[in-house]
């Protein structure tokens, strides 16, 4: 069984930074890559990034690879995400997820693993 936890949000003003942490642990050697998603009140879950298993590959949702940088440990198996110039529209919940398949992370919403979130608040 796997575990991801995350960890890092908070309450930030706008054009502040914050820094997004994902911990997989257990069978962790079923972990091929590992994604960040978010959900903003009443609106439904979307992509933001997501990096391969040894970290040479990253994926963004356009709108957001300009301010957003993904990344990972691999002796920690732990997963960062890097948010610079936040806006109040960046408000929401973070999930980390993970699954062996990097294109479940980014095409579907179908990851094996889920973080049970993080909330990031910007303020204006």
């Known amino acids: 069984q796997v575990q991801v936890v995350e960890s890092g949000g908070g309450l930030v003003q706008a054009g502040g930074s914050l820094r997004l942490s994902c911990a997989a642990s257990?069978?962790?050697?079923?972990?091929?890559?590992m994604g960040w998603f978010r959900q903003a009140p009443g609106k439904t879950r979307e992509f933001v990034a997501a990096?391969?298993?040894?970290?040479?590959?990253?994926y963004y949702t356009d709108s957001m690879k300009d301010r957003f940088t993904v990344s990972r440990d691999i002796g920690k198996n732990t997963m960062y995400l890097q948010m610079n110039s936040l806006k109040p529209e960046d408000t929401a919940v973070y999930y980390c997820?993970?699954?062996?398949?990097?294109?479940?992370?980014?095409?579907?919403?179908?990851?094996?693993?889920w973080g049970k979130g993080t909330l990031v608040t910007v303020s204006s």
């Open positions: 997820a993970a699954d062996s398949s990097i294109t479940t992370i980014t095409n579907t919403y179908a990851a094996a693993y």
């Open positions: 990096v391969s298993s040894r970290g040479a590959a990253t």
């Open positions: 257990g069978s962790i050697f079923r972990i091929l890559a």
